[in-house]
């Protein structure tokens, strides 16, 4: 690879490199990289360093010795052969202004110019670690797992929660969305979303559409006792989505949806912690594909799932262990650590609830229930009001399937004595755990 006399030595400058040892994981911001190059790894890290902290294509003399000791990023890391493989690479805290610029300064700094470096032909952040320091300065979920399982009822007997978007996305009226929410919760659902499409739009109006279907999920409650959440989309500009948010509050809504990545994750980092709705917050990831679906180059989901928690997210799609966003292998393997971190310990944080959604119908369910287990919400539009006996029929059937799975029945057993589960099968077949 040709590159002027000076690029090289910018490469290979120890500034921007050190050893494992000397990096103290509570001072440090780490960021994983996976990159293809014909630079070798060692160098592709450093090229990293230099472009996302002090450096710049040549030697300069505005610098000083504060700026040289104290603000390098460094390499520490590589793992792969040649130019292909993983590099670490630690952002030391002294480089962030973390308390007002928030996560917007560090996505400049771990996910900045870095993608556009001719040097490298591939690049992914894969991963990234907060300190401790970090994360205490953020909230983290406000009501978490064990908030919405109080809401709903399941504390008790955890179990997955089976949600499901109105459908079609968008065209219907707030009585015929309200309807449909109605026989869906009647039908055994405990969560119901907007798509990430409808907002306000002249045909189903916000306001119109919250207070209608309060009033049937208040009849449901009525008449079961189940309460069941309706996350209404309140994605807009800042001002409008406050407006938004506070119209659906005053309305009865019991919880708020964000498209986080088309509204930008500073966005939603500001919307959570200037605005306490004592709601929660479930996260549509909308757009994500655009960064996350080449394994070779962008960011990965987890990175993003990362700072969905650390923001605010109560709920956060992430993807389905089986169904028509299901992925390659390599998304399977990402979804569990994905969904293990939202799950785990960290510094006190509460835990986000785990979303899977995407082309899901009771065949599914044993699949999606093996890779999640208890703690996870899943969510099926099609296959639920798909079912030919309608909305409440494909609820039904959706729970029948998550009770099969919860005392261990196979679902085809479990189907012979529940008609819904059985015609859902009829209709759209099982995937089998072998296929997984």
């Given at each position: 690879?040709?590159?002027?006399?000076?690029?090289?030595?910018?490469?290979?400058?120890?500034?921007?490199y050190?050893?494992?040892?000397?990096?103290?994981p509570?001072?440090?911001?780490?960021?994983?990289?996976?990159?293809?190059?014909e630079?070798?790894?060692k160098?592709?890290?450093?090229?990293?360093?230099?472009?996302?902290?002090?450096?710049t294509?040549?030697?300069?003399?505005?610098?000083?010795?504060w700026?040289?000791?104290?603000?390098?990023?460094?390499?520490?890391?590589?793992d792969?052969?040649g130019?292909t493989?993983?590099?670490?690479?630690?952002?030391?805290?002294?480089?962030?202004?973390?308390?007002?610029?928030?996560?917007?300064?560090?996505?400049?700094?771990?996910?900045?110019?870095?993608?556009?470096?001719?040097a490298?032909?591939?690049?992914?952040?894969?991963?990234?670690?907060?300190?401790?320091?970090?994360?205490?300065?953020?909230?983290?979920?406000?009501?978490?797992?064990?908030?919405?399982?109080?809401?709903?009822?399941?504390?008790?007997?955890?179990?997955p929660?089976?949600?499901t978007i109105?459908k079609?996305?968008?065209?219907?009226?707030?009585?015929?969305?309200?309807h449909?929410?109605?026989?869906?919760a009647?039908?055994?659902?405990?969560?119901?979303?907007?798509?990430?499409t409808?907002?306000?739009?002249?045909?189903c109006?916000?306001?119109?559409?919250?207070?209608?279907?309060?009033?049937?999920?208040?009849?449901?409650?009525?008449?079961?006792?189940?309460?069941?959440?309706?996350a209404?989309?309140?994605t807009?500009?800042?001002?409008?989505?406050?407006?938004?948010?506070?119209?659906?509050?005053?309305?009865?809504?019991?919880?708020?949806?964000?498209?986080?990545?088309?509204?930008?994750?500073?966005?939603v980092?500001?919307?959570?912690?200037?605005?306490?709705?004592?709601?929660?917050?479930?996260?549509?990831?909308?757009?994500?594909?655009?960064?996350?679906?080449n394994?070779?180059?962008?960011?990965s989901m987890l990175?993003?799932a990362?700072?969905?928690?650390?923001?605010?997210?109560?709920q956060?799609?992430?993807?389905?262990?089986?169904?028509?966003?299901?992925?390659?292998?390599?998304?399977?393997?990402?979804?569990?650590?994905?969904?293990?971190?939202?799950?785990?310990?960290?510094?006190?944080?509460?835990?986000?609830f785990?979303?899977?959604?995407?082309?899901?119908?009771?065949?599914?369910?044993?699949?999606?229930?093996?890779?999640?287990?208890?703690?996870f919400?899943?969510?099926?539009?099609?296959g639920?009001h798909g079912?030919?006996?309608?909305?409440?029929?494909?609820?039904?059937?959706?729970?029948?399937?998550?009770?099969?799975?919860?005392?261990?029945?196979?679902?085809?057993?479990y189907?012979?004595?529940?008609?819904?589960l059985?015609?859902?099968?009829?209709?759209?077949?099982?995937?089998?755990?072998?296929?997984?």
């Amino acid at each position: 690879m040709s590159r002027p006399e000076g690029e090289r030595g910018i490469y290979l400058d120890e500034t921007f490199y050190t050893t494992p040892d000397s990096i103290d994981p509570e001072k440090y911001i780490i960021a994983k990289y996976y990159v293809e190059s014909e630079l070798d790894l060692k160098e592709s890290g450093i090229a990293i360093a230099t472009e996302e902290s002090i450096g710049t294509w040549t030697e300069i003399t505005t610098t000083n010795e504060w700026v040289k000791t104290r603000l390098p990023a460094k390499a520490f890391k590589t793992d792969g052969y040649g130019g292909t493989g993983f590099v670490w690479v630690a952002y030391p805290l002294d480089l962030f202004d973390l308390e007002t610029s928030g996560i917007a300064n560090v996505l400049s700094m771990v996910a900045g110019n870095l993608f556009g470096l001719s040097a490298l032909k591939n690049v992914r952040l894969v991963d990234i670690e907060f300190p401790k320091e970090v994360v205490d300065i953020y909230v983290g979920p406000r009501i978490g797992i064990e908030g919405v399982r109080r809401l709903v009822g399941t504390d008790a007997s955890p179990r997955p929660h089976l949600g499901t978007i109105v459908k079609p996305k968008v065209g219907l009226s707030p009585e015929q969305t309200a309807h449909v929410c109605y026989e869906a919760a009647s039908g055994g659902v405990d969560f119901i979303k907007d798509d990430e499409t409808l907002v306000n739009q002249k045909f189903c109006p916000l306001q119109d559409r919250v207070v209608r279907v309060m009033e049937a999920l208040d009849r449901v409650k009525s008449e079961s006792g189940r309460k069941v959440l309706f996350a209404v989309n309140v994605t807009a500009d800042p001002g409008d989505m406050v407006r938004h948010a506070e119209t659906a509050i005053d309305n009865g809504a019991n919880t708020l949806m964000l498209d986080i990545v088309i509204l930008g994750l500073p966005t939603v980092e500001w919307f959570i912690k200037s605005y306490d709705f004592r709601v929660p917050i479930h996260m549509h990831r909308a757009m994500h594909a655009a960064f996350t679906r080449n394994p070779r180059h962008g960011i990965s989901m987890l990175v993003l799932a990362k700072i969905a928690r650390l923001i605010g997210g109560d709920q956060l799609h992430v993807g389905s262990g089986a169904g028509k966003m299901g992925g390659e292998e390599s998304a399977r393997i990402e979804i569990h650590q994905i969904i293990d971190f939202l799950r785990s310990e960290w510094h006190g944080k509460r835990r986000t609830f785990p979303v899977a959604s995407g082309g899901i119908h009771p065949g599914f369910v044993p699949a999606n229930y093996r890779v999640f287990g208890n703690d996870f919400v899943i969510n099926a539009g099609g296959g639920i009001h798909g079912h030919p006996g309608g909305t409440r029929a494909g609820a039904a059937a959706m729970r029948q399937a998550i009770d099969a799975c919860v005392k261990g029945v196979p679902i085809e057993e479990y189907a012979k004595i529940h008609r819904e589960l059985r015609i859902a099968l009829e209709r759209w077949g099982q995937r089998r755990l072998s296929e997984d």
